[in-house]
């Protein structure tokens, strides 16, 4: 076999690895091919925001958020050349029930509604945030542990009904270290109702991950980090059962499981 082709396998396998398992459910991913490969990369949009869009071997494919609450069945894609559909399959999420001592935490007085309204609409310009360039996808767990809240889990509150789980929760003692998944810039560092101090990262091409319920942030926003690089300590402010990392993904400002952005590898 000839050198330039074992090479080119390997870097092909490489991209591979790098890449999230697709799984077409509420919550999940789908990876849906949107053109042959050229040296502009398509613009594409589902349900009016700008998907990630990245090189697979010979075409174009978009990586997209499926939202948690998105109807199964056929979804389209806006590109410049038309739409092109894709299929949600359904999923059932379990149950899960959590008891947190603070009461302004679930139920919040007027002054705390105010204040959670005003972070859910900034949150949401974060989380759409599109930088043009490459996306990064390759991602390493941001703390070592046992998972104790699965992606997308039906909550109840103290008993009440409360928004799905939108993000991974990671068991770790307080002050453990928290690493950049992948990298990427800081986006926003801030001290917010729900999720305590956070740390938003863009790893490009509308790909963000989310730190949550920090003790401590290391980092501030526009700075560059590295895969691995220390972005804060594990703690349990803002609505926090305990110490724990919660760690959320976002492609085209929907939360999806991060699970299936790892591999096998830790
Ligand atoms: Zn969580």
Redesign the pocket.
Known sequence: MKKWLLLSMAFYSANLLAFPHANPVPGGIAIIPVAPLSDKTPIVQYAGNRVTVVPLDSEWVAVIGIPLDADTGTQQLDTSTGSIPFQIQAKQYKTQRITIKDKNKVDPDDESSQRIIQEQAAQKQIKTHFTEGDAQLDFIKPVPGRDT?RFGLKRFINNQPRSP?????IAAASGTSVKATAAGRVLHTDDFFFSGNTVYLDHGDGVISMY??LSKINVAAGDTVQQGDIIGQVGSTGR?TGP?L???VYLNGEAVDPALFLSSKK
Not at 165 to 169: A, N
């Open positions: 809240g789980h939108s993000g991974m929760d949550a319920h926090a724990h919660h760690w959320s």
